[in-house]
């Protein structure tokens, strides 16, 4: 058990539907980190978020949203899915000192969408 | 910015022979660089990490990594594999100085798949 907790494990849903995946980070870290792993996109940032705020962006599509709650668990929305949406979203999280000290990742939320 | 190449994107070894995983990164100081190690299906977990000090580091499993600065490398090794060593192999790079709380991103690289033949 690594600390950080993601629910659910296992999603399945059709298209053009929306899922919420969920994100406990490890106690006491700050900052949270969403990816998607597909296979032909390999691991792809999609957002931070620290403290509450958004810190940085990357691919993420303009269909995904995140948020960060004050007790320090996130949330990643996806909406109007597409069959490209299935992979594999992994949270990891960090202290969030602003001293590199290596992410801790959870087991990750398989989505399939048909 | 940093970045972080896994020239390999597939390597093959029998069980029992020694092991090398190359990472070169781009950074423009002496980076902090990372090992994760993730099994099918499952999340990335970190194998070992480099700060700074004694240029080879270990790691959990048996593992080791030696940082190069003139080469830009941190290049995982393993002396002999075992058939549970099979999984997805991330270096990642993170950048030094600050700080800037909440600001500790890592740029991964594109991963090498390994497998083990018997």
């Known amino acids: 058990d690594s600390g950080v907790t993601q629910t659910p494990k296992h999603l399945i849903t059709a298209t053009g539907q929306r899922v919420t995946l969920r994100c406990s980070p490890r106690?006491?870290?700050?900052?949270v980190y969403w990816y998607q792993q597909s296979l032909d996109q390999g691991l792809q940032f999609l957002i931070q978020y620290y403290n509450g705020e958004e810190r940085a962006k990357g691919n993420i599509l303009e269909r995904f949203s995140a948020q960060q709650f004050p007790d320090l668990h996130s949330e990643l929305n996806l909406s109007s899915l597409e069959l490209g949406d299935s992979a594999l979203y992994f949270c990891?999280?960090?202290?969030?000192?602003?001293?590199?000290?290596?992410?801790?990742f959870g087991s990750g939320t398989r989505l399939t969408v048909v | 910015a940093q970045s972080v190449t896994q020239p390999d994107i597939h390597i093959t070894v029998s069980e029992g022979a020694s092991l090398e995983l190359r990472c070169n990164y781009s950074y423009g100081a002496t980076p902090y660089l990372f090992w994760y190690v993730q099994s099918p299906g499952q999340g990335l977990q970190l194998l070992l990490k480099y700060f700074s000090g004694d240029t080879l580091v270990q790691g959990i499993k048996g593992f080791e990594a030696e940082f190069k600065r003139s080469q830009s490398s941190f290049n995982l090794r393993k002396p002999s594999v075992h058939w549970s060593d099979a999984a997805e192999y991330f270096c990642a790079v993170g950048a030094r100085g600050g700080t800037n709380f909440g600001n500790e991103k890592l740029t991964f690289g594109t991963g090498t798949r390994l497998t083990i033949i018997p």
């Open positions: 990891a999280s960090s202290a969030g000192t602003g001293r590199v000290r290596g992410y801790t």
């Open positions: 106690s006491g870290d700050l900052s």
